[in-house]
């Protein structure tokens, strides 16, 4: 098998790299947007409602077959305040309840955290392969009359880092920004509980 054979795997590799990070981006994407008006709707409600007798009533109702995590979460707390739980011992229950839930705003994260980190060292590797097969040729005699030949393989090798850095940072401005709305999630989640915490 020829470095340039190995050279354009790793580039093919590189490519299926590419389309598996563009699917998580715009699954989350989907996500983040779906997830966050869902958590506004339930903050909005729980603020509206706040001084209602029938809260909590209200909230199971209104919110118990929503997958959102702000809508699990609200309906943990509520469940657990209808129980009798001092309210130190709701604290720590709703503190569980939102260790529990966080898990469930972030996954899939971690494919673009790995392609960040995987994709400048597959186009090294395959510069590597490229440059390698370049002089391979050369050494045995097939360009040595021919040295645009040489330049023309050496070329196209730098093509993987160039590749394979366009691939990280197109992951890394998604991750932040995915990052950030993680951020924005667990935020709500914890003033939605807080606020149903301290209208109990």
Same mark, same amino acid.
């Given at each position: 098998?020829?470095?340039?054979?190995?050279?354009?795997?790793?580039?093919?590799? =590189?490519?299926?790299?590419?389309?598996?990070?563009?699917?998580?981006?715009?699954?989350?994407?989907?996500?983040?947007?779906?997830?966050?008006?869902?958590?506004?709707?339930?903050?909005?409600?729980?603020?509206?409602?706040?001084?209602?007798?029938?809260?909590? #009533? @209200?909230?199971?109702? $209104?919110? @118990? $077959?929503? $997958? #959102?995590? @702000?809508?699990?979460?609200?309906?943990?707390?509520?469940?657990?305040?209808?129980?009798?739980?001092?309210?130190?011992? &709701?604290?720590?229950?709703? @503190?569980?309840?939102?260790?529990?839930?966080?898990? &469930?705003?972030?996954?899939?994260?971690?494919?673009?955290?790995?392609? *960040?980190? =995987?994709?400048?060292?597959?186009?090294?590797?395959?510069?590597?392969?490229?440059?390698?097969?370049?002089?391979?040729?050369?050494?045995?005699?097939?360009?040595?009359?021919?040295?645009?030949?040489?330049?023309?393989?050496?070329?196209?090798? &730098?093509?993987? $880092?160039?590749?394979?850095?366009?691939?990280?940072?197109?992951? =890394?401005?998604?991750?932040?920004?995915?990052?950030?709305?993680?951020?924005?999630?667990?935020?709500? =989640?914890?003033? *939605? #509980?807080?606020?149903?915490?301290?209208?109990?």
């Amino acid at each position: 098998m020829s470095f340039n054979l190995i050279h354009d795997l790793v580039m093919y590799f =590189m490519i299926g790299v590419l389309l598996l990070a563009t699917y998580v981006i715009i699954e989350r994407l989907i996500f983040f947007a779906v997830t966050l008006r869902e958590g506004k709707n339930v903050e909005n409600f729980v603020h509206s409602h706040l001084h209602d007798k029938k809260l909590h #009533s @209200q909230i199971i109702d $209104t919110f @118990q $077959t929503q $997958t #959102s995590p @702000q809508a699990q979460a609200i309906c943990a707390v509520v469940k657990a305040t209808e129980e009798q739980h001092t309210n130190e011992q &709701l604290e720590f229950i709703v @503190q569980s309840i939102y260790v529990a839930k966080k898990p &469930l705003v972030g996954p899939r994260l971690w494919i673009l955290d790995t392609i *960040i980190t =995987m994709s400048p060292l597959l186009g090294l590797l395959g510069t590597i392969l490229g440059i390698i097969d370049a002089f391979h040729s050369l050494a045995s005699g097939n360009a040595a009359a021919d040295p645009a030949a040489v330049s023309r393989g050496i070329g196209t090798a &730098l093509y993987a $880092t160039g590749f394979g850095i366009f691939i990280a940072l197109y992951a =890394m401005m998604f991750f932040n920004y995915f990052n950030n709305k993680v951020e924005q999630i667990n935020n709500q =989640m914890k003033l *939605i #509980s807080l606020t149903v915490l301290g209208a109990r």
